[in-house]
Antibody, heavy 121, light 110 residues
């Protein structure tokens, strides 16, 4: 069974940093794109960032480009999201999701349970 | 990266069929057959219902189907059931090699 477990969320002040992690199991981790998607309270889904199977290519939404860094460790079956210069607009539940391809960002299945990041003073 | 356009809400009675539309541009929906649909119940993680326009993952009911014409994709739920009440999101691969989601549609079973 594929399982994705996010960790590292919590409360952080504006301008601060936080690092999210996603631990994966139940599939060949190094064979798939991995992605972060977020959902602000009461709002819709927003794609945040994706990384290809080897980590060679990374992609970011304009809203986080230059502030967030996605990475993966295929030896540990983990993916991370380093979030810097956080603003209140980054407050959301962050989901880790497995892609359907090794290099193409097409669909996401399954998703982790999500982890809450709150940016507030 | 403008969000895909979805109706805010769609409703139907049990047993009826409903269709949720998802309109993009020639840079996303119209460019590729990489449209997917997700179901999200309150407080839960999204679940993949349709991928690559009209493919159902294993375990998803055949009451769910997808299609696309030009820049607009559609999700049809036939034989509407109470458990289908949820939020539904479409997404599409884009020419920028990224993904864009729709704003979401609340499906209500009357």
């Amino acid at each position: 069974e594929v399982q994705l477990l996010e960790s590292g969320g919590g409360l952080v002040q504006p301008g601060g940093s936080l690092r999210l992690s996603c631990a994966a199991s139940g599939f060949t981790f190094n064979g798939y794109v991995m992605t972060w998607v977020r959902q602000a309270p009461g709002k819709g889904l927003e794609w945040v960032s994706s990384i290809t199977h080897t980590g060679t290519s990374t992609y970011y939404a304009d809203s986080v480009k230059g502030r967030f860094i996605i990475s993966r460790d295929n030896s540990e079956n983990t993916m991370s999201l380093q979030m810097n210069s956080l603003t209140v607009e980054d407050t959301a539940v962050y989901y880790c999701a497995k892609g359907g391809s090794s290099y193409l960002i097409n669909w996401f299945d399954p998703w982790g349970q999500g982890i809450l990041v709150t940016v507030s003073s | 990266q403008s969000a895909l356009t979805q109706p805010a809400s769609v409703s139907g009675s049990p047993g009826q069929s409903i269709t949720v539309s998802c309109t993009g541009t020639s840079s996303d929906v119209g460019a590729y057959n990489y449209v997917s649909w997700y179901q999200q119940h309150p407080g839960k993680a999204p679940k993949l219902m349709i991928f690559d326009v009209n493919n159902r993952p294993s375990g998803v009911s055949n009451r769910f189907s997808g299609s696309k014409s030009g820049n607009t994709a559609s999700l049809t739920i036939s034989g509407l059931q109470p458990e289908d009440e949820a939020d539904y999101y479409c997404s599409s691969h884009t020419r920028s090699a990224t993904v864009v989601f729709g704003a979401g549609t609340k499906v209500t079973v009357l």
